[in-house]
Structures are given as C-alpha cells and as structure tokens.
C-alpha cells in the first residue's frame, strides 16, 4: 500500500514557480527521499503535504487521507520535523516533549510514557530537565525529531535533519531514521546531501527547479549514467607505453590518454585495478596514483541538469 | 483543552523572561514607590515647615487722599492713613507671622542695604506718591520689590502676596474710578468703603495661600488623625499615579503578549503547531487566551500588591472587579489588533515606541492635569483612546462614582474590545488561512 500518494502538485508564490507538476508514491514502510539543490522546491512540497500550504492544483493522499479534503485526517498519521529547530527554547526538553504531546492529542499516563520513551529514544533522559536553549545544535536537533514521533505517526517527514550539524549527531540522526522505518514508518525525508539519500533511501526522487527530473531506487537512477567505474591514474612514465596493452586486459571497457592522466573505464573497479597493477610491474612501470570514481547520484544529478549537485 | 494548553505554555513562557516581568509587574510599581516615597518624605518630616522671610519696608509714602477704614478691618486694629500704612499693616498681621516678619526702614536706601547685608530677603519700597498716584485716574502706583537674588522660596512667597493685594487694589481702584464717572462726587465714605471691601476680600485670599502653602504643616496636636490626613493627601496623590502606570503598562503587557503570535511564527513553532491535529481556531484562541491570562495577571497584582504596598484603596470591590475587566478585555484586544497590522517583531519596537507611548500619555493627560486651564481639553482628548477611558474608570471607582456611571465607562471599554478583538481576529486568521 502507498502511503504517501502524490499527484500532479503545483505552487508558486507571484512569478516563481516552486513545484511544478511533482507526482510520486512512496509504499508504506520505506524511506523516500526528495534530493535536490537548495531551492528546488523539497520544503514547499513538504509544507503542501502538512497542509501547511494550498496546493494551487493537484491534491496528495497520506494514508489515504486527502490534503484537500480532510486535513485534520491527514495530520492525525502525521509527524513533521521541520528543517528549523521548531522547539521552545525556554521550556525544558520534557516540558517541549509534553507540550507538543498535548498538541499531539496524547493526555495523562499514556503521554508521560510516550515523553519517557521518545527522551530515551533519542539519548536525552539525562538532560530531560535542561532548558532546551542550553542544548548543543545536535542535542536540539534530537529533540526536534522526537517530538515528532511523541504519537507514533504512521508517516514522518523530515525536512533536511542534518543540516549543520556535526558528523556524530548526523550519524545518530541518520540512524534513527533507519530506526523508524524499521518500526514501520514511512520516511518523507528531504536532503541536498546526496550520500545521505543513497545511504538511507528506498526510493529517491531527484528535483530541480520544482520538478522531479529523475525517480527510482539508488540502482535504477545510476543506470542513467551507466555501470561503469571510473579510474583515473597516473604513471611514471608516458601513458602510450602501456595503452594497448591494458585495452587488452580483460575487465576494461575503455582507455584513454590526456594531460598526464590515463582514464580507465571498467565494469568492476576492484577486478580491474589488480590486473592493471601486475601489468605495470611486467612492464616495469609505476602507478603513483590512483583514483576511483563509481557512478553516484552526483553524477546522476550532472548529466540530467548539467550543473553539480552543490551548485 | 489544547487552547487552554497553549494559554499555558505562553503565560509561563512570559512569566520565565525577566524582561518581561520587570516591565510587567516591577516597573508600575517602581514609578509609583518613587512617587510615593518622594511625597511621603515631604509629608513625614514633622518639622518642616516654610521658612520665614525676613521683609525690610521702607514705607515712604506721604498720602494722599483722606479715607477713613474701620479698625476692625485693618488687621491688628490699626489706623490706615495711607496706603503705605495699609501694606504695612496688611504684611505684618499677625496671620502671617509664621510667613513673613517685617521691620519698618527710614528710606529705600536703607532697606536695600538690608537685603545686600543679608539682614533682610526682600525689601519693599513703597514712593512717596504711591497713594497720591493710586488716587489719581491717570496714575500709576508702583511697589519697588527689591529681593536677594539666590532666594527663591521666601521672596516668592512675598512676591505672592503682593501680586494678590496689588490685584485687588487694581480692581478697587477701578471701581472708584467707575463710580467718580458715575457719581460725580468724591466722599471719603465711597472711598472707604471700597478699601473696606477689599482689605476684607484680601485678608481671606492671604488666608487662602496661607492654607495652601501651609498644607503640608501638620499641626501641633491631634497625631493621630494628622497622620491620617498625612496619609490621604500621600494617596490622593500616588493612586491615580499608579492607576495610570498599571493602565499604560497594561496596554504595553497586552501588545507584548500578542506579539508572542509574531514570536512563534519567526521561531517556526507556529507552523509546526499548525501541523499537529490540532484546528487553527483552537491555536489561535489558545494565543489569545494568554493575552488575556497575563494582563488578568497582571491587573489583580499590581491591584493588591499596591494595595499591601502603598495602602491604595481602588474603592468598592465590584465597582474595580468591572474596571479592572474592562481594562483587561481592553489591554488584551488591543494588543492582538495592534498585532495583527505587523509582519514581523521588528515593527513591533517602532508599534511599541510609537503607537503605545502616544495613546498612552493621551490617556494619562487626566491623570496628570498639571495645567487646570487644559484640564477639560485633556479630559476630553483622553477619551480618544482606550487607555482615558480606562483611566475615566479608575478615577470614578476611586472617587466613589455611582455604580450607573462605573458601568457605562465599562460598557465603553467592552466597546473598545470587541472592535479590537474583531479586527485582530479577522486579519489572524486570514494571515493563517
């Protein structure tokens, strides 16, 4: 069953046009990831599936619950982790937990255990009582996502979590992800880190102003760019003097010569790169460097808009 | 339930910034203990009092015409003969003992030199043709006042009472000068008769700045009720400070409160409230229902702690209980209206700086109705806005009004509301639709 059913969505605020026509399904359980550059319009989509926004055309299902028609329904399966940290600074992270559970519908025994266990969940029983305002950017980052789940949402969305934070929270985030979907969550997760989708994601769904330019598993996306590895080396001596014979060696689809650099393409890097070394020795030769590129969703991402991905 | 959340969270939000509770509940009752304590000084120190000023007069005046006035007139039971003498005789009455002391000098000469020595604070020259001049229709009498530069208090008070006789003088004078055109005959009697009524008008004007000057001069015996009346006086002037302080900081509560909306949208937890099941009326009523909490909060404290504090009677309970709703419905309004206008907090500096402290002084003007010639222009203009009336309603529960009249302010201020609230409201939920 899909639990995320998006169809034929459109916004623009004046003469911008931030989405542009995105359809796509995410099945119930999976992580789903909107990869795009900073503008491409992953929050406004975001914000029309809260129902934060209007749609001016075309209408989305969570859980079967139309954004159109029956909002409340749609929040109700719902939990949002904002891309800011929307907690109150003030408040503890308890008293944050508790509030946002109250918003949540939850009262009573069954709240103070869902605050336990998700101040568990994410590693904060300990700091429970401390004002959120005295918490590292990771800490609040934590707290922003586990709030989200005080209800136990059927969907989550997690609009760009990692964003500046340092590499310890954004593994802990990263796996906690993981984490819900294996509770059975399906996971809207936005990102421009193009490694974090390839890592997490299910399904991936690149955009580009307002517009999905390319969706599908991890595989199914590189197979735009082709299966090809791509190893660039460089040698002590000319590169015509091993040429024609590592065309020869068996594994490798294309070689080519430029600027002190031999450019090999294979199917397996890690066959390949052996055999070239056992040549290079046969023909008295050394390799000084050695660089491995496999197809990624970078290059995905340049061959479909003709710009890198950070851009 | 979730707006009743919501109010909860937002009054102990306010109630956890120290900023806002000094402006909240502290600085009403900062302004008010400076003034109570800078009056209750004055009115506790029991031996104070106005010093006498010493007064030289050179009385050189040679007459002029004859007027006879009755000894029982003329303080002391003196005989007048000349309008020099009446002055003399009218500053050293016994009355103004405690105010003045006069000596007599040979010449101007003479009493200039006293005051230059210190002898005396202010001489008093009265010419030689002062009743001469004073008789005549065309003329002019003139006082020389001569004073010690460095005092002000002593001379002024003089100066006081000179201004009052020579007033009165004037119009006596045009009275004789109407009644010569009319007449035709000059009689010592009309004349005297005049001066009669004057002297008689003019003892009871010095009487009356007597009284005011000495006020604060609590009398020898009685302690018990002076302290009391020490007390009154100490209050009638700190309450409808106080009165006004809460209302301006009220109004100033109520657009801080509100702003809180504002806060909440900046800091994203508004859109994340509006992504919980939770309907926009109820977030929305839950924000102004703490509006609503922290002035409510804020009017009972300062009533009761200026109550326990200054011993500030706000009058009968249901007479304040509906003024201080009144202002509290008012206050909370309007600052969700004002509010409502904004995009974003940093208008609300300018909004608080401009809008708030204008409408608030106008308010106050009746409070502080320093200028009585303005005071029913200031009364008047202070009903333009909600912060007079609110003031209006205080006022009259302080004064004892009758409850008729209570209730017609406070119908005024519900007016003022339910315009405000409605504005504010629409333009919320259209901002948020």
């Given at each position: 069953m899909d639990a995320i059913e998006v169809n034929d969505l459109y916004k623009s605020f004046g003469d911008v046009k931030a989405v542009q026509g995105v359809s796509f399904t995410a099945e119930q359980g999976t992580i789903f990831s909107l990869l795009g550059p900073n503008g491409a319009g992953k929050t406004t989509i975001i914000a029309m599936l809260s129902t934060l926004l209007r749609p001016d055309q075309g209408d989305a299902k969570i859980m079967g619950y139309s954004i159109l028609e029956n909002p409340m329904g749609v929040k109700s399966v719902l939990g949002v982790v904002p891309q800011e940290i929307a907690l109150y600074e003030d408040l503890s992270a308890r008293e944050n937990s508790t509030f946002w559970g109250k918003m949540y519908g939850l009262r009573g025994s069954i709240l103070k255990a869902r605050v336990d266990e998700v101040l568990e969940?994410?590693?904060?029983?300990?700091?429970?009582?401390?004002?959120?305002?005295?918490?590292?950017?990771?800490?609040?980052?934590?707290?922003?996502?586990?709030?989200?789940?005080l209800h136990k949402p059927q969907v989550i969305y997690m609009d760009e979590p990692t964003v500046g934070i340092d590499p310890q929270s954004r593994r802990n985030i990263l796996d906690s992800v993981v984490a819900l979907k294996n509770q059975g969550m399906t996971v809207l997760y936005t990102t421009h880190y193009m490694e974090e989708a390839q890592e997490l994601s299910d399904k991936i769904a690149i955009m580009d102003f307002g517009k999905i330019v390319a969706s599908g598993t991890h595989a199914e996306l590189v197979k735009i760019v082709g299966q090809l590895d791509r190893i660039t080396l460089t040698i002590?001596?000319?590169?015509?003097?091993?040429?024609?014979?590592?065309k020869a060696i068996s594994g490798v689809a294309q070689i080519s010569s430029e600027n002190g650099f031999l450019t090999v393409l294979a199917e397996d890097s890690n066959l390949v790169l052996p055999r070239l070394f056992d040549s290079a020795a046969s023909l008295n030769v050394r390799i000084t460097s050695v660089n491995i590129l496999e197809p990624n969703l970078e290059a995905v991402f340049l061959h479909l808009t003709g710009r890198a991905l950070r851009d | 339930m979730k707006a009743f959340d919501i109010a909860v969270k937002d009054v102990l939000h306010g109630l956890r910034s120290s900023i806002f509770l000094v402006f909240t509940f502290a600085i009403p009752l900062l302004i008010t203990g400076?003034?109570?304590?800078?009056?209750?000084?004055?009115?506790?120190?029991?031996?104070?009092?106005?010093?006498?000023?010493?007064?030289?007069?050179?009385?050189?005046?040679?007459?002029?015409?004859?007027?006879?006035?009755?000894?029982?007139?003329?303080?002391?039971?003196?005989?007048?003969?000349?309008?020099?003498?009446?002055?003399?005789?009218?500053?050293?009455?016994?009355?103004?003992?405690?105010?003045?002391?006069?000596?007599?000098?040979?010449?101007?000469?003479?009493?200039?030199?006293?005051?230059?020595?210190?002898?005396?604070?202010?001489?008093?020259?009265?010419?030689?043709?002062?009743?001469?001049?004073?008789?005549?229709?065309?003329?002019?009498?003139?006082?020389?006042?001569?004073?010690?530069?460095?005092?002000?208090?002593?001379?002024?008070v003089v100066r006081s009472i000179m201004d009052q006789f020579m007033d009165g003088m004037s119009g006596v004078k045009i009275a004789i000068t109407v009644a010569l055109d009319q007449e035709e005959v000059v009689t010592s009697t009309l004349i005297g008769n005049m001066i009669q009524q004057y002297i008689t008008s003019s003892l009871a004007q010095s009487k009356d700045v007597e009284e005011e000057l000495l006020t604060i001069i609590p009398p020898k015996s009685g302690v018990t009720d002076t302290v009391q009346e020490e007390k009154n006086m100490l209050l009638s002037i700190v309450t409808p400070i106080m009165g006004g302080f809460m209302t301006f900081f009220a109004f100033y509560t109520g657009t801080a409160s509100s702003e809180n909306i504002l806060q909440e949208e900046e800091k994203h937890t508004l859109q994340r409230l509006f992504t919980t099941p939770t309907r926009q009326s109820e977030i929305l009523s839950g924000k102004f229902l703490a509006v609503f909490l922290t002035v409510f909060l804020q009017i009972v404290l300062l009533i009761i702690s200026s109550h326990f504090i200054f011993g500030i009677r706000w009058g009968a309970f249901p007479n304040i209980a509906l003024i201080a709703l009144g202002i509290i419905f008012a206050a909370s309004s309007c600052?969700?209206?004002?509010?409502?206008?904004?995009?974003?907090?940093?208008?609300?500096?300018?909004?608080?700086?401009?809008?708030?402290?204008?409408?608030?002084?106008?308010?106050?003007i009746r409070t502080y109705?320093?200028?009585?010639?303005?005071?029913?222009?200031?009364?008047?203009?202070?009903?333009?806005?909600?912060?007079?009336w609110a003031m209006r309603g205080l006022?009259?529960?302080?004064?004892?009004?009758?409850?008729?009249?209570?209730?017609?302010?406070?119908?005024?201020?519900?007016?003022?509301?339910i315009v405000f609230f409605i504005v504010g409201v629409r333009r919320f939920n259209h901002r948020y639709a």
């Open positions: 969940m994410i590693g904060l029983t300990d700091r429970a009582k401390g004002a959120v305002s005295k918490f590292s950017g990771g800490m609040k980052r934590r707290v922003n996502i586990g709030v989200a789940l002590n001596a000319e590169g015509s003097q091993v040429l024609e014979t590592w | 400076l003034f109570y304590f800078m009056f209750g000084r004055i009115s506790q120190e029991s031996d104070f009092s106005l010093p006498t000023t010493k007064i030289i007069i050179a009385n050189l005046d040679k007459g002029g015409p004859r007027f006879q006035v009755s000894t029982n007139s003329i303080p002391g039971g003196k005989r007048a003969h000349t309008m020099g003498e009446l002055i003399v005789n009218i500053l050293s009455d016994e009355e103004m003992a405690d105010l003045i002391e006069v000596t007599l000098a040979p010449n101007a000469a003479a009493a200039k030199a006293a005051v230059d020595n210190q002898q005396a604070q202010v001489a008093i020259i009265i010419p030689e043709d002062f009743s001469q001049q004073y008789a005549d229709t065309y003329g002019e009498a003139q006082i020389e006042f001569y004073q010690d530069p460095t005092l002000t208090i002593g001379p002024m600052g969700i209206f004002i509010n409502s206008f904004l995009r974003d907090t940093k208008q609300g500096a300018v909004i608080f700086g401009g809008i708030l402290t204008l409408s608030g002084t106008l308010g106050m109705g320093f200028i009585s010639t303005t005071e029913t222009l200031g009364n008047t203009v202070s009903l333009l806005v909600p912060q007079g006022l009259q529960v302080m004064d004892g009004a009758a409850f008729p009249n209570i209730l017609i302010t406070f119908g005024v201020l519900l007016a003022w509301s």
